[in-house]
T-cell receptor, first 113, second 113 residues
Framework: GQQLNQSPQSMFIQEGEDVSMNCTSSSIFNTWLWYKQDPGEGPVLLIALYKAGELTSNGRLTAQFGITRKDSFLNISASIPSDVGIYFCAGQLSGGGADGLTFGKGTHLIIQP | DAGVIQSPRHEVTEMGQEVTLRCKPISGHNSLFWYRQTMMRGLELLIYFNNNVPIDDSGMPEDRFSAKMPNASFSTLKIQPSEPRDSAVYFC???????????FGSGTRLTVV
């Protein structure tokens, strides 16, 4: 089946630093998504990418859909304490919401005071 | 909108007992997904429905697991009999076809002792 390799597994950074994480796949996806999960809650969608090569920003977050359709990255600029959480990449075969997502194992972001 | 509503939030049960998890999707969404999250395996898709019809249940671990969606506003995931290895957080999510990604509920934390 499809597998997503997400790295790094965890990051320990200082407040104000930039963060970068990425995801690679053995298969092609037509949609890439990035989610964030806070403790005790379900994942929340941050950014959705629809086209190979697409670069999309949402505030301090920037994500790109790789040209090969097998990878994506997420950058967070000037990290703040509320950025702490687990970030997941996810790939979807269709462009809509009608089929399942394959998730990476997550990147734990920890911000040291 | 209240979002995706799951109940109960926490469930502790003894091995061998039947467990039923419940989900109310967002009104108007026509796809519903059940995921399981563990530290070891991350987020795994168990089953999903489109327009109340099960489309892919290949992620259901064993015959002990079953899911139903009797109408557009309600779904259940049942485990009978439950085993300690079923302990995990179970998430329900819903979406509307044509819109990528989906909205997750807050999850049910199941502990089987």
């Amino acid at each position: 089946g499809q597998q997503l390799n997400q790295s790094p597994q965890s990051m320990f950074i200082q407040e104000g630093e930039d963060v970068s994480m990425n995801c690679t796949s053995s298969s092609i996806f037509n949609t890439w998504l990035w989610y964030k999960q806070d403790p005790g809650e379900g994942p929340v969608l941050l950014i959705a990418l629809y086209k190979a090569g697409e670069l999309t920003s949402n505030g301090r977050l920037t994500a790109q859909f790789g040209i090969t359709r097998k990878d994506s990255f997420l950058n967070i600029s000037a990290s703040i304490p509320s950025d702490v959480g687990i970030y997941f990449c996810a790939g979807q075969l269709s462009g809509g919401g009608a089929d399942g997502l394959t998730f990476g194992k997550g990147t734990h972001l920890i911000i040291q005071p | 909108d209240a979002g995706v509503i799951q109940s109960p939030r926490h469930e502790v049960t003894e091995m061998g007992q039947e467990v039923t998890l419940r989900c109310k999707p967002i009104s108007g969404h026509n796809s519903l997904f059940w995921y399981r999250q563990t530290m070891m395996r991350g987020l795994e898709l168990l089953i999903y429905f489109n327009n109340n019809v099960p489309i892919d249940d290949s992620g259901m671990p064993e015959d002990r697991f079953s899911a139903k969606m009797p109408n557009a506003s309600f779904s259940t995931l049942k485990i009978q009999p439950s085993e300690p290895r079923d302990s995990a957080v179970y998430f329900c999510a819903s979406s509307f076809s044509g819109v990528p990604g989906y909205t997750f509920g807050s999850g049910t934390r199941l502990t089987v002792v």
